[in-house]
């Protein structure tokens, strides 16, 4: 029960800030405080924060909805949203500037929805 729930909450999550990313790339840019001065940059947002969480909420999707995938995509929340909120974490203890709002909420949602994830895992 909790795997599905983990994985129906991320679907909701990633697949819908994935499309309103994809649509407007200068949201996440403007919560990260980057700006996008280029072409490229554009489209290495709309990417990464869109085409990318897009298809990862999917992917948590289908988990829920098929036996076959559900301990695939939970594995797969463990070890990339897992690796991501490390990854946030050591940034943020190793970063001369101070973080914001952005940075802490989104610590808390990546280690939580790994977390949860794990232990899923564990009860399946």
Known sequence: M??????WLSAVI??????????SPELPAEYAGL??????AWVEIAAMYGGLQTAFGVFC????LRSDLYRPALISIV????????ARLYSTLIVPDPVGDYTYGALVFEFTTAILAGLALRKA
């Open 2 to 7: 909790l795997g599905k729930i983990v994985l």
């Open 14 to 23: 990633f697949g819908s800030y994935g499309i309103v990313c994809l649509i």
């Open 35 to 40: 700006i996008l001065d280029s072409g490229d």
């Open 61 to 64: 999707l289908l988990g829920a």
């Open 79 to 86: 070890l990339l949203v897992g690796g991501l909120a490390l």
